[in-house]
């Protein structure tokens, strides 16, 4: 739950960057009752934000989708929960590619074994064409401690 409030307030931060110190600052809405945070933040949205966040945060534990969000007028906690959505979406994206990257080089890394035993051989041949049997007898020995061939 402590994650929870540090998310709210880092959330509710990022808005008070975007906007200016006077909208930040407005008076509750005597108007309609409800008690406000900062401008646009109603009570009930904190809370329908806390819930939902509640059921989020198990979500993501279990990597599950995220749970719908609740039923809010666009504004401030609305915004939060489509940015949240919006990470995890691009998180599930960034891990997608990471696997494809990981098995990408694992491929790479295959190939590369024959392709190396391949130039030591022929480096070692060349060698010996020449008469180098000495040099050729070190790539050979290093071939062999890198378990090339």
Known sequence: MD?????????HGVRSHLTSP???MAEPNQE???GRLGSSITLE???????????AEAALEKADPLPDPPPLAPGTVARWIALIGK???ESRQMET??????ATLREHTRQMGPLVSNLCENLATLYDSMGESE???????????????
């Open 3 to 11: 994650r929870l409030f540090h998310a709210v307030f880092y959330l």
């Open 22 to 24: 006077d909208e930040d």
């Open 32 to 34: 309609s009752g409800q």
């Open 45 to 55: 949205e904190l809370f329908a934000f806390i819930q939902w966040m509640a059921k």
């Open 87 to 89: 990470l995890k979406e």
């Open 97 to 102: 590619r990471h696997l494809a990257l990981e």
């Open 135 to 149: 040099k050729a007898k070190v790539v050979r020995m290093r071939a062999a401690a890198l378990n090339v061939f």
